[in-house]
């Protein structure tokens, strides 16, 4: 029973994430944007990781990884492990982790890493994708998600799906 109510817990959580098109109000550089969804721990099949992403048409073969950990911490890296193949990103994009207390993720860092338009579409085809979120301190929790049907995870492919849908519509 108390498994029933994490994949439920989860399952409503991850109804959540949208993904939308906007253009900016200053350049008129147009953006996707996914909404951030939760990742079951690869160890606990709990909620611990985050990720949501963003792509813009000003920088239109990089995309903008947000990447949330459970807790307040340093986020410094995030590697990916795609179908056994590793991709790591050791510098984020912004110098200091943004920590919400309250709002929309209470309890939760946020970071965010550059990756290739490439590689991104390789991450979105793997069937069994492990996040491993680092901080500062060298700790780190690591998230799962992929297309592969496992009681481990649940598939995600619908927010890549949706968000590639519309950046290629951009192109």
Not at 37 to 63: E, Y
Not at 100 to 107: A, D, L, M, Q, T
Request: glycine fraction near 8%; include cysteine.
């Amino acid at each position: 029973m108390k498994k029933l109510w994490i994949v439920f817990l989860i399952s409503t959580l991850l109804g959540c994430a949208t993904t939308t098109t906007e253009i900016d109000s200053f350049d008129g550089s147009t953006i996707v944007r996914q909404e951030p969804f939760v990742l079951t721990s690869a160890k606990f099949g709990i909620p611990g990781t985050q990720l949501g992403f963003r792509w813009n048409s000003k920088v239109p073969d990089m995309v903008a990884l947000d990447v949330g950990f459970s807790g307040i911490e340093s986020v410094r890296k995030v590697a990916f492990n795609m179908d056994g193949n590793i991709y790591e990103i050791n510098k984020p994009l912004h110098a200091f982790t943004e920590f919400e207390s309250g709002g929309r993720y209470p309890g939760w860092s946020w970071n965010s890493f550059a990756m290739p338009l490439s590689t991104f579409k390789q991450l979105a085809k793997a069937q069994s994708v492990k996040m491993k979120v680092t901080n500062i301190n060298g700790y780190y929790t690591v998230g799962e998600f992929g297309r592969k049907k496992s009681m481990k995870y649940i598939d995600q492919s619908e927010h890549f799906d949706k968000f590639l849908l519309q950046v290629n519509a951009q192109l």
